[in-house]
């Protein structure tokens, strides 16, 4: 008996363990959307495709799990580019069905036309059309296969007419699970354990590539007498039980993890691609392992690159590690992050006048969340203080835009969290402008019952790019916003909504909020004047907010600077 091809497509979007699609429907869709209902898929309708992707991004990050997108033709699955982009940086499975319009109309700029093809190509690891009905099942399995192999974004193009296509020599192509055991070969497990046991003051600094690797990590720290930095990305996996931990370098991290990185004279570099050059030690020897052989060395020159899963290569290098007994370079790096940690959290109270800085409301949201909750962050300063105060645990996780640093990101990646997890809580820390600019997602937490817990950071601007305005002598230009009064927008559409001015409330509203069956917004009015401040000062920074004191003096905003100072000094 012969199949519609929409029907096939589903079937393998079901082998391949596809538990959710995020979309919204349209006539070139309506027919896989028929199949979908019939299935065991779930349906998410979204109110913009954007966050579909994003939700779809962050359901797959977290389970590791194909998971699946579906628009329809022309602007619909246009939508989702960001969002792929997204998922892809992120190297989580993900399947977009981009439906399209008639194969026989191709070519001819007919309506919502768009090349696909063209569009897609440079934010997944496969992209491509279905131009039989017999190629069906196997172009299905090949993009399937794509997103899970190669951990990224798949794009399969079907034009509606081929969807309605019947498939009558149907070969049973499946999807595969292979799980491989990668580790660098013998020889250059020599050559690596060679280059650490020669160092004399050796920092191990770890990404994300390290997930389910921090037994094997502590034990080489603890051989080789090396502190371990970690980047944002690996915060959730390498932070807790870790006696040998000194945080993050870069703009989010402290003083301890850039100079332990940058003051020693071998640096392990275990599954990170972090971006910033300058963050990098120039006179050291560098050895790096990563999964990806594209990733190695394209930041810095290192003296040696190999391929493997950080797990598997550490327990083979890890014979061959002479154990040192000098551990006063580990000690000072240890200590001297215990020491900044124990100096932030004085600094993790309430504002001048009963005002609320985001640091200190991101603390006591940590407090005070459970604790296995899961954390999604929008770009800038919410995932900023979600990288410097929320304590992991090893079964909390922190999710955000950290490589694409796209806006909007926390309300849509909670929503997919939420639904792989419905036994967990899930906290969406939102940016006013982040919220704001995908605000229809508030109603698909209603629709789709997530019952989400959001909060806002409501400081009526765009808070990290006044930030890099002022560093560099601006004043604040096209950064302000002027928002509603978000508690009472939520309530008006039919969530839990409430408003929160003053510090000494915060406390019985975050214990009010969290404690919501459905899904709840707390909308919280931070200190505008709360500045974020990287691990060191470079001149021009400091030349640019100076530059900045004396524009807003010569405006007539004297008082903002003396706030300024009381708020961060």
């Known amino acids: 008996m012969s199949k519609k091809v929409a029907e096939i497509i589903v079937e393998v979007l079901e082998q391949a363990g596809v538990k959710r699609c995020y979309g919204i429907v349209g006539d070139t869709l309506n027919l896989i959307a028929e199949h979908l209902e019939k299935s065991s898929i779930e349906w998410v309708h979204v109110r913009h495709e954007e966050a579909g992707a994003f939700a779809a991004g962050c359901e797959a990050a977290f389970t590791g799990q194909l998971t699946a997108c579906a628009g329809s033709c022309g602007p619909g699955s246009l939508h989702f580019i960001n969002g792929l982009y997204e998922a892809n940086r992120n190297r989580s499975p993900v399947v977009l069905i981009a439906s399209s319009i008639l194969l026989s109309e191709m070519g001819f700029e007919f309506i919502q036309e768009v090349d696909f093809k063209s569009v897609f190509k440079d934010c997944s690891i496969f992209c491509d059309m279905i131009l039989t009905a017999d190629q069906a099942r196997k172009k299905t399995v090949m993009a399937c296969q794509a997103a899970i192999a190669k951990r990224g974004v798949a794009v399969l193009i079907v034009p509606v007419d081929i969807s309605h296509g019947e498939v009558h020599e149907d070969f049973p192509y499946r999807v595969h699970f292979p799980r491989p055991t990668i580790r660098p070969n013998d020889d250059e497990i020599a050559e690596i354990?060679?280059?650490?046991?020669?160092?004399?003051?050796?920092?191990?600094?770890?990404?994300?590539?390290?997930?389910?690797?921090?037994?094997?990590?502590?034990?080489?720290?603890?051989?080789?007498?090396?502190?371990?930095?970690?980047?944002?990305?690996?915060?959730?996996?390498?932070?807790?039980?870790?006696?040998?931990?000194?945080?993050?370098?870069?703009?989010?991290?402290?003083?301890?993890?850039?100079?332990?990185?940058?003051?020693?004279?071998?640096?392990?570099?275990?599954?990170?691609?972090?971006?910033?050059?300058?963050?990098?030690?120039?006179?050291?020897?560098?050895?790096?392992?990563?999964?990806?052989?594209?990733?190695?060395?394209?930041?810095?020159?290192?003296?040696?690159?190999?391929?493997?899963?950080?797990?598997?290569?550490?327990?083979?290098?890890?014979?061959?590690?002479?154990?040192?007994?000098?551990?006063?370079?580990?000690?000072?790096?240890?200590?001297?992050?215990?020491?900044?940690?124990?100096?932030?959290?004085?600094?993790?109270?309430?504002?001048?006048?009963?005002?609320?800085?985001?640091?200190?409301?991101?603390?006591?949201?940590s407090q005070r969340a459970a604790d296995d909750a899961l954390f999604t962050g929008d770009d800038g300063t919410?995932?900023?203080?979600?990288?410097?105060?929320?304590?992991?645990?090893?079964?909390?996780?922190?999710?955000?835009?950290?490589?694409?640093?796209?806006?909007?990101?926390?309300?849509?990646?909670?929503?997919?969290?939420?639904?792989?997890?419905?036994?967990?809580?899930?906290?969406?820390?939102?940016?006013?402008?982040?919220?704001?600019?995908?605000?229809?997602?508030?109603?698909?937490?209603?629709?789709?019952?997530?019952?989400?817990?959001?909060?806002?950071?409501?400081?009526?601007?765009?808070?990290?790019?006044?930030?890099?305005?002022?560093?560099?002598?601006?004043?604040?230009?096209?950064?302000?916003?002027?928002?509603?009064?978000?508690?009472?927008?939520?309530q008006a559409i039919g969530l839990w909504g409430k408003t929160v001015n003053k510090a000494s409330e915060l406390d019985a509203a975050i214990d009010e909020w969290l404690s919501q069956p459905g899904p709840a917004l707390l909308n919280v009015r931070v200190n505008p004047l709360e500045l974020t401040k990287p691990p060191f000062m470079e001149l021009k920074p400091v030349i640019g907010m100076a530059l900045y004191t004396t524009r807003a003096v010569l405006h007539g905003r004297g008082a903002d600077i003396v706030e300024m100072i009381r708020e961060n000094i």
């Open 193 to 365: 354990a060679k280059i650490l046991n020669a160092g004399k003051k050796v920092t191990i600094y770890a990404g994300s590539g390290c997930e389910d690797a921090l037994n094997e990590i502590v034990a080489v720290a603890e051989r080789l007498k090396a502190p371990v930095a970690h980047t944002s990305r690996g915060k959730s996996f390498l932070e807790h039980d870790n006696p040998y931990n000194v945080g993050m370098t870069g703009i989010l991290g402290n003083e301890a993890g850039y100079k332990a990185v940058l003051d020693c004279d071998t640096l392990l570099l275990l599954g990170a691609d972090f971006a910033w050059r300058q963050f990098y030690p120039d006179h050291a020897k560098i050895v790096q392992i990563d999964l990806d052989p594209t990733h190695l060395g394209r930041r810095h020159h290192v003296t040696l690159g190999a391929v493997g899963d950080i797990k598997p290569s550490l327990r083979s290098l890890l014979p061959f590690l002479e154990q040192k007994s000098d551990g006063a370079f580990q000690k000072t790096y240890v200590d001297r992050y215990h020491e900044h940690v124990a100096s932030w959290k004085k600094h993790l109270a309430p504002g001048h006048d009963d005002t609320i800085p985001g640091s200190y409301l991101t603390s006591v949201i």
């Open 382 to 490: 919410p995932i900023f203080w979600a990288t410097r105060c929320i304590d992991t645990n090893g079964k909390r996780r922190v999710f955000g835009s950290l490589l694409h640093g796209t806006m909007a990101t926390a309300l849509a990646g909670s929503l997919g969290i939420k639904k792989a997890a419905p036994e967990r809580q899930v906290i969406a820390l939102c940016g006013d402008g982040g919220l704001s600019m995908l605000l229809g997602e508030l109603l698909t937490t209603i629709q789709e019952d997530i019952p989400v817990k959001i909060v806002v950071y409501d400081n009526s601007k765009l808070g990290f790019v006044e930030i890099e305005q002022m560093a560099e002598g601006m004043l604040d230009t096209f950064t302000r916003l002027k928002n509603p009064d978000f508690g009472h927008v939520a």
